[in-house]
């Protein structure tokens, strides 16, 4: 089979969404049409499951606030170079499904919420649609990142339809994971995508999340600085008073990790009822520290 068959390129209305227009992603053509509304990128942000950006710090970027300048890292650039390759692998692998590459589509009664998949697979025989999103990752995932599920639910609200997978290779190992439609939680997402966008349109800040993110992007917002003074009140209060409980947790952190490095010896992990919760951890000949499973 071609790969012209497997790669069709659609453009105009297509199921159950209205197409918006077509655009290299990263050029500004592609910013104008992101910020016609709320992307799949974005719904992970704003249900404040991504862990490098805040609500908070996509307003402001979306509002003009702050910079959004283009991210041109090491993975975004190896994931777009391997995106049609990964591609390619999935349709070798499925030849009962055509590929469709699409541009970009908003939901047809939420124009708010758009969608610019990576692709839409079509069963030659049965016609059922689903959503194909390719992710490449450095460390290898033994599940779908939050951030990513919450995406392609935002995908298939879009388009109105019951399956995707996320296709790729994380940690060097192939990686594929169905998720199916779920109601309630498009419901919450599309609810949540529904708030920010009201935020964005009045200018009026997201809730305060606690999130290293959210203080990064507000670092940015007050870059200048003069000799002057305000009052803080009661919020000068309660930053002391959480300041003195980092302290305290802190030293009973420190304490505690002391302790289970000296019980754990040699052994390389810690276990709680069968489960391993902290690692010992060294580079090269160095002294080896303490690694803590975080809980979900």
Do not use: C
């Amino acid at each position: 089979m071609s790969n012209d068959r497997q790669f069709e390129t659609v453009t105009g209305d297509f199921l159950d969404a209205i197409y918006v227009g077509t655009a290299e992603s990263g050029t500004q053509e592609w910013h104008d049409l992101r910020s016609q509304g709320i992307g799949g990128s974005d719904i992970g942000t704003i249900m404040g499951l991504n862990p490098w950006e805040s609500a908070f710090g996509l307003w402001a970027k979306r509002t003009g606030q702050i910079p959004d300048p283009p991210v041109d890292n090491w993975s975004v650039r190896f994931g777009k170079a391997f995106e049609e390759p990964i591609l390619k692998i999935w349709a070798e692998a499925n030849p009962a499904w055509q590929v469709l590459i699409l541009g970009t589509y908003r939901h047809a009664k939420f124009p708010y919420m758009l969608a610019n998949p990576d692709a839409i697979a079509v069963n030659r025989k049965t016609g059922e649609h689903i959503i194909l999103e390719v992710k490449t990752a450095r460390s290898y995932w033994d599940e779908v990142p939050p951030a990513y599920h919450s995406q392609v639910m935002h995908y298939m609200d879009v388009f109105n339809l019951q399956r995707s997978y996320i296709i790729g290779v994380a940690g060097w190992d192939w990686q594929e994971h169905e998720i199916l439609r779920d109601d309630f939680e498009i419901e919450v997402q599309r609810n949540e995508a529904k708030r920010f966008w009201d935020h964005l349109q009045a200018h009026v800040q997201p809730s305060w999340d606690g999130s290293k993110a959210t203080y990064e992007a507000v670092r940015q917002l007050h870059p200048d600085m003069e000799d002057s003074e305000v009052e803080l009140g009661d919020l000068g209060s309660r930053l002391l008073m959480a300041q003195s409980d980092v302290d305290h947790a802190t030293r009973d952190l420190n304490a505690l990790k002391s302790q289970v490095l000296d019980r754990m010896g040699s052994a390389k992990y810690g276990v709680l009822d069968g489960k391993r919760i902290v690692s010992r951890q060294a580079r090269g000949n160095g002294v080896p520290w303490l690694t803590i499973k975080k809980g979900k």
